[in-house]
């Protein structure tokens, strides 16, 4: 369906929505969230089914990075309710979120430099040996060699310190580590940061076969409307803390995307404007 919102400016906001689906698993209804007097985010609504990839835009600042620490449990909003495989879940910190198979890669990947690759890897969820706790290291080296070599990102060592790689490596260790847990929803908060083309184009390649396969639920913030638009089913855009954009893939365009990115900048330009001179 489609809607209108009027916001003084010469071109009305077209907001566009999907239906939720009695198949999501992840339903956000109203949630706000203020850090003092700035508001983040303005009563989200947003839904995922299963097996689909979410495309999430928006200018720095919109609120998209505050949404994903959300739904990951690493923040609590300050209203509304998360819905989780149809049962309301008030999430207690980010284990609370895995429990409930929500992983995230964040933006600043949450990698400890003196740690090993493989410890990385393993982080916060080490293999041990039974019936003594320590840890299984060659279980956890061959799992790692194993997840790295699936996504076709070449690091020759894994037991070097994180410190040591270069961006694009380390940026494909947490998303490696994230799509190897039990998780079957996966938040990729900027996944393609700080790669190169090619190691980009590989990261691409496996969010498109986790698509084809069905078997999670990815939400992919990206700046990039080109790879959005061919890596994902659905595109919601946030502006200004709100969601005003839910349209399949396939309904929409780079141009009607950037058309409504321009159109928001020309109200944002006016107001400042009217401001100015009131």
């Given at each position: ?249 396939a309904n929409t365009s780079v141009e009607e995307l950037n058309d409504i990115v321009v159109n928001e900048y ?13």
């Open positions: 369906m489609a809607d209108q919102r009027d916001t003084g400016a010469s071109e009305p906001l077209v907001v566009a929505t999907t239906e939720p689906s009695p198949d999501d698993v992840l339903r956000v209804e109203g949630v706000a969230k203020r850090f003092g007097p700035v508001t983040a985010l303005r009563n989200i609504n947003l839904h995922l089914r299963k097996g689909e990839v979410l495309g999430l835009l928006g200018d720095n600042g919109a609120g998209k990075s505050t949404l994903i620490k959300i739904i990951s449990g690493f923040q609590k909003p300050d209203e509304g309710r998360l819905m989780v495989k149809g049962e309301e879940a008030d999430l207690r910190s980010v284990d609370h979120a895995r429990s409930l198979g929500i992983d995230c890669v964040y933006q600043d990947l949450a990698l400890v430099n003196e740690l090993s690759v493989y410890h990385n890897m393993f982080l916060n969820r080490e293999r041990t040996r039974r019936p003594l706790p320590f840890l299984d290291n060659r279980a956890m080296k061959r799992a790692t060699r194993e997840a790295l070599d699936e996504i076709g990102v070449n690091i020759p060592r894994i037991d070097v310190p994180a410190a040591r790689l270069s961006g694009g490596q380390r940026q494909a260790i947490a998303v490696a580590r994230t799509v190897n847990s039990d998780a079957d929803i996966i938040l990729l908060d900027e996944p393609l940061a700080a790669m190169g083309a090619k190691e980009g184009a590989m990261i691409l390649d496996l969010v498109a076969r986790l698509r084809a396969e069905g078997r999670v639920s990815i939400i992919m913030i990206a700046h990039n409307y080109v790879h959005v638009l061919e890596s994902c089913d659905r595109v919601n855009l946030i502006q200004d803390g709100e969601i005003t954009f839910d349209k399949p893939s020309r109200r944002a330009r006016e107001a400042a404007m009217a401001e100015q001179g009131a």
